[in-house]
């Protein structure tokens, strides 16, 4: 079955530095998603990618789908402290049965 | 506007009971999916449905059932809980039943099986 890949499971980052996660999947996919979690909340959804190299940014935060349809990178620049939280990759492969799948999620912290 | 939004937000049961879930979409919104999120993993598809009708479901056992209203409100049924259905239970809506449409979560119900 379709997997998503997400490592390290925790980044510890100094506020003012910008950090990159990266996600990858044995399978392509159609549509790369990336989401935030906060505790005790449902996922939110950061960014939105439908074709093959698009790179999209919404404010500090900047995704790219990646040219083989399996991984996908998201930039958070200039962190600060509310960007705590957990970031989830996510995909979709629009084929029979397909679903949105997610990668396990990577904890973010941020150091003031 | 409201969110989607899910009760109860919290329940505890114990193992061989029976839970139902209740959902409320995003006003407009046809379609309903469901996920389980079990503690330190990302959320696993459950069902989604549109227009009423089931349009996916994921690896679950059939003691998973779920139904959507005319109204596009959605409840998801588990029976014979067991330990290991402890799980935050994601409701998600999308204007259409497309794979692609963004979903938007809810708050979450937060399931003990004791």
């Known amino acids: 079955g379709q997997q998503l890949n997400q490592s390290p499971q925790s980044m510890f980052i100094q506020e003012g530095e910008d950090v990159s996660m990266n996600c990858t999947s044995s399978s392509i996919f159609n549509t790369w998603l990336w989401y935030k979690q906060d505790p005790g909340e449902g996922p939110v959804l950061l960014i939105a990618?439908?074709?093959?190299?698009e790179l999209t940014s919404n404010g500090r935060l900047t995704a790219q789908f990646g040219i083989t349809r399996k991984d996908s990178f998201l930039n958070i620049s200039a962190s600060i402290p509310s960007d705590v939280g957990i970031y989830f990759c996510a995909g979709v492969y629009t084929g029979a049965n397909s679903k949105l799948t997610f990668g396990k999620g990577i904890t973010l912290s941020v150091r003031p | 506007d409201a969110g989607v939004t899910q009760s109860p937000t919290h329940l505890i049961k114990t193992r061989g009971q029976q839970v139902t879930l209740r959902c409320s979409p995003i006003?407009?919104?046809?379609?309903v999916s469901w996920y389980q999120q079990v503690l330190g993993q990302g959320p696993q598809f459950i069902f989604q449905?549109?227009?009423?009708?089931?349009?996916g479901r994921g690896n679950f056992p059939d003691r998973f059932s779920a139904r959507q209203f005319p109204n596009y409100s959605s409840e998801l049924n588990v029976n014979a809980l067991l330990l290991g259905d402890s799980a935050l239970y994601l409701c998600?809506?999308?204007?259409?039943?497309?794979?692609?449409?963004?979903?938007?979560f809810g708050p979450g119900t937060r399931l003990t099986v004791l």
């Open positions: 990618l439908y074709k093959a190299g």
């Open positions: 449905y549109y227009e009423k009708e089931e349009r």
């Open positions: 998600a809506s999308s204007l259409g039943g497309r794979r692609t449409d963004t979903q938007y």
């Open positions: 006003s407009g919104h046809k379609s």
